[in-house]
């Protein structure tokens, strides 16, 4: 399990870091917007803590725009603006939870956990988008109702798509959750794998489903 840490007070981000990390959590720490950004667009996370008085812009500001480009994971508000109305604020923008400072570390790790549990129990096991249907039980998808036949790489990589609609994936991320590797600049491999899975999924005359970012990766179209 990867958490992102997003905290400008070192302080405080060392110890969640650490308190975590002693759960046997991956983490990592981005001190403000913009490296959070980068951090999300590197590599998967399974939740992220969230500081709002950030150096560089405010934290819900940064949530809005997650859950607007279609990041799901769990999302922990660490925050010293503890009014209830602050509160309602942070849950209405698409957080999980909120946790006003000064915390417990004991109380972190435990709703950390106990968002981490009820995202696993929730998890779909079926993705829509488009007139695309993938079944993760039956490993079926479908367009506009007729199956298409595809190689088990070419279904994983469907299904990251249709996981993160809207979202921005690197290459190096798409390397890490559909060969399990680290992506090799020299080699061609993602974008000819990227080309099959457009022309076994994309209609002719039809808008594209799939945009190439130059230089970063790929992006379904919502």
Not at 30 to 48: K, N
Not at 151 to 163: D, G, N, P, V
Request: with cysteine; glycine share 6%; net charge neutral.
């Amino acid at each position: 399990m990867k958490i992102l840490v997003v905290e400008d007070e070192r302080k405080v981000a060392a110890f969640v870091a650490q308190a975590l990390a002693e759960q046997a959590y991956a983490t990592r720490v981005a001190g403000g917007c913009a490296a959070a950004r980068i951090a999300l667009s590197e590599e998967p996370f399974d939740a992220v803590v969230l500081d709002l008085g950030l150096p560089d812009g405010d934290g819900l500001d940064l949530l809005a725009e997650w859950r607007a480009a279609g990041f799901n994971e769990p999302v922990l508000i660490l925050s010293a603006r503890d009014a209830v109305a602050d509160r309602i604020s942070g849950l209405n923008r698409g957080a999980d939870d909120y946790l006003p400072k000064p915390f417990s570390v004991d109380e972190l790790v435990a709703r950390v956990r106990s968002l981490l549990r009820r995202q696993a129990g929730t998890k779909a096991t079926v993705l829509s988008h488009r007139g695309l249907r993938l079944d993760l039980l039956a490993r079926d998808l479908r367009r506009d109702g007729q199956p298409v036949e595809l190689t088990s790489r070419e279904f994983a990589l469907a299904e990251l798509f249709l996981q993160n609609s809207g979202r921005v994936l690197t290459r190096t991320l798409i390397a890490e959750k559909v060969w399990e590797a680290s992506y090799d600049l020299e080699t061609n491999l993602i974008d000819v794998y990227v080309r099959r899975l457009r022309a076994k999924l994309e209609s002719p005359g039809q808008p594209p489903l799939i945009r190439t970012v130059r230089g970063t990766g790929y992006q379904l179209l919502p």
